[in-house]
């Protein structure tokens, strides 16, 4: 039975859908199966993943509002090796067209019922918002991983997105909690991110991961050929960062199995 995973943070462009799509790839490559879920209607994981948003069948906001199953909405990343539930701009409507639904933070939830045996991993890639799409993929989770850069300001979000999982957990998802902080775009060069780093490390210990994505150009240039930076260069920094990540979210999980 698959564990559910949101890369989730309101910020913008601090790597969530950079984390979504390597990690998928990271994870598909010790051999587990994954599915990836583009809960932003930006599509940047589809593109990301080489599938093209706008020519999507079905997709994520189909299935959300019940008119298409789950499993006629998949496709197969070929290159990355995981499947994605496809998202383009079809799904800035649905935050509007939810409301009036019935249980309409657990639609994702609903949806991912239907295949969560299929898979070992799912991956979430959130927008940049706490929305009702953002809720929906919190309500389906068992874990938040959350990507940040080690900014100044970094520190400041984090409260409000810490706050918004705590009563997620305790009013609609008692499974959810907080995996781990990624460290991700880091530039050891920077002593002000190495201080942000170990403020973080101090403040929360070993949920922050291990495993630290330096700034690479070649994980930046990986969507633009359609393909995870795991894929694009494989021997590259930031691929090889990605696949260590890969490595200790599977150590992680199955020690929360373990203590559970
Ligand atoms: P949004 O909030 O808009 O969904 P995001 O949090 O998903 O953004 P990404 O799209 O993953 O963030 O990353 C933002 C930009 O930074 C992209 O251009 C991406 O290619 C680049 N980027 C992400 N991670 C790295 C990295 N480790 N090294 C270099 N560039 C990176
Ligand atoms: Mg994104």
């Known amino acids: ?29 010790h051999g587990a ?19 093209d948003k706008r020519t999507l069948a079905a997709s994520v906001y189909q299935v959300l509002l019940g008119i298409h199953d789950i499993t006629d909405a998949l496709q197969h ?18 935050e509007i067209e939810l409301v009036n639904l019935d249980q309409r933070e ?13 898979y070992e991993f799912i991956l979430i890639d959130c927008p940049p918002s706490l929305s009702l799409l953002t809720l929906n993929g919190l309500c389906a989770a068992h874990g938040v991983i959350i990507p940040m850069q080690c900014e100044y300001f970094a520190l400041e979000g984090l409260a409000d997105l810490v706050n918004t999982i705590q009563r997620v957990a ?32 101090e403040k929360f210990g070993d949920k922050v991961f291990t495993t630290i994505i330096p700034r690479n150009v070649r994980l930046a240039e990986a969507p633009s050929y359609g393909l995870p930076g ?31």
Do not use: W
């Open 77 to 94: 990343a070929e290159h990355g090796g995981y499947d994605v539930l496809g998202a383009n701009r079809e799904l800035a409507g649905a």
């Open 230 to 260: 795991v894929a694009y260069d494989r021997a590259s920094k930031g691929a090889q960062a990605y696949i260590s990540f890969g490595a200790e979210m599977i150590e992680r999980v199955q020690a929360m199995e373990f203590a559970a």
């Open 33 to 51: 199966r994954v599915l990836l879920v583009d809960l932003d209607p930006q599509g940047n994981a589809t593109m990301g993943s080489g599938i």
């Open 170 to 201: 305790g009013h609609l998802n008692p499974d959810l909690r907080i995996i781990g902080l990624l460290r991700v775009m880091f530039d050891a060069r920077m002593t002000l991110q190495q201080q942000v780093s170990e403020q973080l490390v």
């Open 1 to 29: 039975m698959a564990r559910i995973f949101c890369i989730a943070n309101q910020k913008g462009g601090v790597g969530k859908t950079t984390t979504a799509v390597n990690l998928a790839a990271g994870i598909a490559a």
């Open 106 to 118: 657990m639609r994702m939830k609903g949806a991912l019922a239907h295949v969560q045996h299929e």
